[in-house]
């Protein structure tokens, strides 16, 4: 059972594929925090994945603290923060990339060009929405920058491929090719997600690397795919084979936490994602994440939120000028 494909279920991460580039050194774009491309890309988005597909040449991507990464055709640069950053290629001073390529976010993937006439580095541009209380149990093991070569396999290279040849038929504005787009997206960032989890190294801790674990995964795995089966430390440890003894040691060794508590955390995100994303009652979430009895998610939901369901629901839906008007009441 995988574990990351069972919370990415559940995150639904929706991908796209929005700018395509040809670039010739020297050239270097300065590109915002996601929070602030949000708007331009995807309005209304709870959180913004940016990531660049070298396919050509040769490139960096630095961060504001100085790190930097050299990239080379088949690698995946992902900003799983949202992360200020640099892409380039030589000496030269950033531009803007948003000023730069305004008029580019608004005709599809048609090619964009841009340099000094130099070196050739073509790049393919995409993003991920998610849900960013549910997508944090992964995000908060990933670094600000993460680099993968995805080409370097049979199936990398299929996907490569198949990008390239898609954003092909997206220029000719063929029917589809935006849905397919979309899910080459997302394929993309799954599979350079599985890469950097596989090559993490031994004696690694947190939710990734539990992830990776023969027994640890097992367990999440369970943990995500029925949150709602009254789990006890003794019916987890059995479905895996293990004593509860060595589960909960293994299972805090790496994640810090029983079980238990993790499932608790989980239950609360899901409910109060359901919350936002459903008109079911306080019965039927707390029914739908785990809960014995509405009353037990109350006080549960209350003490993680510091409100009960229902005012997190108002709250949610407030529009942001009355939800203003409404704090500047209370406080």
């Known amino acids: 059972m995988d574990v990351l494909s069972e919370v990415l279920k559940i995150v639904r991460l929706e991908g796209a594929l929005f700018f395509n580039a040809e670039l010739s050194a020297p050239w270097c774009l300065s590109e915002p925090q996601s929070k602030d491309i949000a708007p331009r890309l995807s309005p209304g988005a709870g959180h913004l994945i940016l990531y660049h597909f070298l396919t050509e040449g040769r490139a960096y991507a630095r961060l504001p603290d100085g790190r930097r990464e050299e990239l080379t055709a088949g690698d995946s640069v992902i900003f799983p923060h949202g992360d200020a950053h640099l892409l380039g290629n030589g000496s030269q001073e950033p531009v803007d990339a948003m000023q730069t ?27 991920m929405v998610c849900e960013p209380r549910l997508s944090e149990v992964f995000l908060a093991g990933l670094p600000k920058m993460l680099k993968v070569h995805v080409a370097n396999e049979p199936s990398g290279a299929w996907l490569q491929n198949s990008i390239l040849f898609s954003v092909g038929e997206a220029n000719g504005s063929n029917a589809g090719s935006g849905l397919v787009l979309a899910r080459l997206s997302e394929v993309l960032f799954v599979e350079t997600l599985r890469r950097y989890i596989s090559a993490l190294p031994p004696g690694q801790i947190g939710w990734l690397a539990g992830a990776r ?8 795995a369970l943990l995500h795919k029925e949150p709602a089966h009254p789990w006890t430390i003794s019916n987890l440890a059995r479905r895996i084979g293990l004593s509860r003894t060595r589960l909960a040691e293994r299972f805090r060794e790496f994640l810090g936490e029983s079980p238990m508590a993790y499932l608790a955390q989980w239950r609360l ?38 409100c009960p369901p229902a005012q997190f629901r108002r709250k949610r839906k407030t529009p942001p000028a009355q939800h203003s008007q409404e704090s500047r009441r209370h406080f």
């Open 101 to 127: 390529f305004a008029k580019n976010l608004t005709q599809g993937l048609k090619l964009a060009q841009y340099g000094g006439g130099g070196e050739i580095s073509r790049f393919v541009c995409g993003f």
């Open 213 to 220: 674990d023969p027994i640890i995964g097992q367990a999440l």
């Open 269 to 306: 995100k899901l409910g109060a994602e359901i919350l936002q994303s459903t008109e079911d009652s306080v019965a039927e979430v707390a029914a739908a994440v785990g809960y014995g009895s509405a009353a037990a998610f109350n006080r549960a939901f209350k003490r993680e939120f510091d």
